[in-house]
């Protein structure tokens, strides 16, 4: 017991230097975006009764061997601020192995906090590990949808397989997110959220029409709107009653592009003002998710990066390419590489994040190092001419020094089975990560998997015009597809298989889903073996 209880304190040193107190929790499953028509109304008249609350859903996360975060938000008028007065109230909640609550193992009383949004983050603790349970809240006379949620294995204990899911960029307005609806079915230990979560800006779209108040986000209650709008939808609420979530935030939880404290248009916010947006932004992003209390963010300042392992099978490095990054050079877009990117002292993860994660990479002992992050880490030539460069100054092509700090390092310290998963993009891709991306025969270090969105850009289609062009300009990437879906991660000790799963249309309800390619890795060896290629 006494080295479980070192392994729990090394996990909270492990997120970085941590901040802050509990303040709240919550929870997601799949009631009808028709909340109001779905949910009992109690008030009859009389108001000192709580309308329904748990429009939002529950959810969990960051589970560890002997417990695991559990989340919901009480709001009866979940588009409107939440619909609660300024008063904390009793959260009942409890944690049971099975469905019907006959063989509960943990239960106990929080309090929404008005502060926080009357949003609710349970720490349970007491758990056995890889084992499932079931849990569920109540308020008042009102009972939450049921949760399902599962605790990691022991610490260093011997991990046959591992199944789990990452997904990113669902922008609400541009389609329906039916890929939550089929990952919710899938089988799965566990879901990884890699970013934009939420999208600050207005988007017309005749797919879900919405009336913005704004044509963009800036205030605390702006963004409790949005993220209440998108926790209404009842796939996503199904995804994550369904599993334990892991989620880091990219840029659209904030504002397009910000680099630390700098936001996309510094002419149209100064800095004090972003400084203020940012604070209020990363508070409802600790509102809307099932976060630990060392995540609580303190002002403007949020400690996301953390560290997460499955036994001995795999460690999860969940990263923050936003909050400590130096400014993209020559703005944010395409451009051809000057001297300014190509200083060697920019940092895309800011010196102490970068120290932490060389150093836990250097360290760990599991078969499986997963670098979870939010934007392209392998080179991405975007111009075709072989003698130029063209490449995103927002990836990590825009600090070529900082990957190549970590590529040395995983070739001189000779670190196995490092795999990158990656989000923000709106594709699939699939890449060898070398130790030189100009040489088609340098040494391969990591592999590197591109997830599509679930939403944003729309209904894609499998290729684009200068696919061909793409591949053939940068041999390392071996994959490309542009429909919309999710990636599915299948571990043993062995291999690591990646299925894409894609969807053909947003734009209405009801696509069926089908694994549009498959790559397995061996362990020790860093190259992307292709299983399957199913053009839809």
């Not at 619909?83 to 469905?99: C, F, I, K, R, T």
């Not at 947003?506 to 089908?514: D, F």
Request: hydrophobic letters at 35%.
């Amino acid at each position: 017991m006494k080295e479980f209880d070192n392994k729990r304190r090394n996990f909270l040193k492990n997120t970085g230097k941590g901040v802050g107190i509990a303040l709240g929790a919550t929870i997601a499953s799949s009631i009808p975006f028709n909340y109001a028509s779905a949910a009992p109304n109690d008030n009859a008249g009389n108001s000192n009764k709580l309308q329904y609350p748990f429009t939002l859903g529950i959810a969990s996360g960051d589970p560890l061997p002997d417990g695991v975060v559990l989340w919901t938000r009480l709001a009866p008028d979940p588009l409107n601020g939440g619909g609660m007065d300024n008063h904390p109230v009793p959260v009942q909640w409890e944690v049971s192995l099975d469905a019907t609550f006959k063989n509960v193992v943990k239960r106990g009383n929080e309090l929404s906090k008005p502060q926080l949004g009357h949003s609710v983050h349970v720490e349970v603790e007491g758990l056995d590990p890889s084992t499932w349970y079931y849990y569920r809240f109540k308020a008042h006379d009102h009972i939450s949808p049921t949760g399902r949620t599962k605790t990691a294995p022991a610490y260093n204990s011997t991990v046959d397989h591992l199944n789990f899911a990452f997904v990113s960029c669902q922008n609400w307005p541009t389609g329906h997110f039916t890929a939550y609806q089929h990952l919710a079915k899938d089988d799965l230990d566990l879901v990884i959220h890699l970013g934009d979560y939420i999208y600050e800006g207005s988007h017309s779209s005749k797919v879900r029409p919405t009336d913005y108040s704004a044509p963009e986000i800036y205030t605390l209650d702006d963004y409790r709107n949005r993220y209440a709008l998108y926790k209404l939808d009842s796939d996503l609420q199904a995804a994550h009653a369904n599993f334990p979530w892991i989620v880091t935030f990219d840029d659209h939880e904030v504002d397009n592009n910000y680099a630390n404290d700098i936001p996309q248009d510094p002419q149209k916010q100064s800095k004090k003002d972003f400084m203020q947006r940012r604070a209020v932004a990363y508070q409802a992003y600790y509102e809307h998710m099932p976060l630990r209390r060392t995540t609580l963010p303190n002002g403007s300042d949020m400690q996301l990066y953390r560290r997460l392992a499955f036994g001995n099978l795999v460690e999860f490095n969940v990263l923050d390419t936003r909050q400590y990054r130096d400014d993209q050079a020559n703005g944010d877009g395409w451009k051809v590489p000057t001297p300014e990117s190509e200083d060697p002292t920019r940092t895309l993860l800011g010196e102490q994040q970068e120290r932490w994660l060389l150093d836990g990479l250097a360290s760990s002992q599991v078969k499986w190092k997963v670098l979870a992050q939010q934007v392209f880490f392998a080179h991405r030539d975007g111009d075709f001419d072989p003698n130029e460069e063209y490449v995103s100054m927002d990836a990590w092509d825009g600090y070529p020094a900082a990957r190549q700090r970590i590529v040395d390092f995983l070739a001189e310290k000779d670190i196995k089975n490092t795999v990158v998963l990656t989000g923000d993009v709106h594709t699939s891709w699939a890449n060898e990560v070398k130790v030189d991306f100009h040489d088609a025969n340098s040494k391969n270090v990591a592999v590197e998997f591109v997830g599509t969105s679930i939403t944003s850009n729309g209904d894609g289609s499998d290729v684009n015009n200068n696919t061909a062009q793409y591949l053939k300009e940068n041999p390392h990437i071996k994959f490309f597809n542009n429909y919309r879906g999710y990636v599915r991660c299948k571990l043993t000790q062995s291999t690591w298989q990646t299925d894409y799963q894609v969807i053909p249309y947003v734009t209405r309800p009801g696509a069926p889903i089908s694994t549009r390619a498959s790559f397995v890795v061996e362990d020790g060896k860093p190259v992307l073996k292709q299983l399957t290629a199913t053009p839809l």
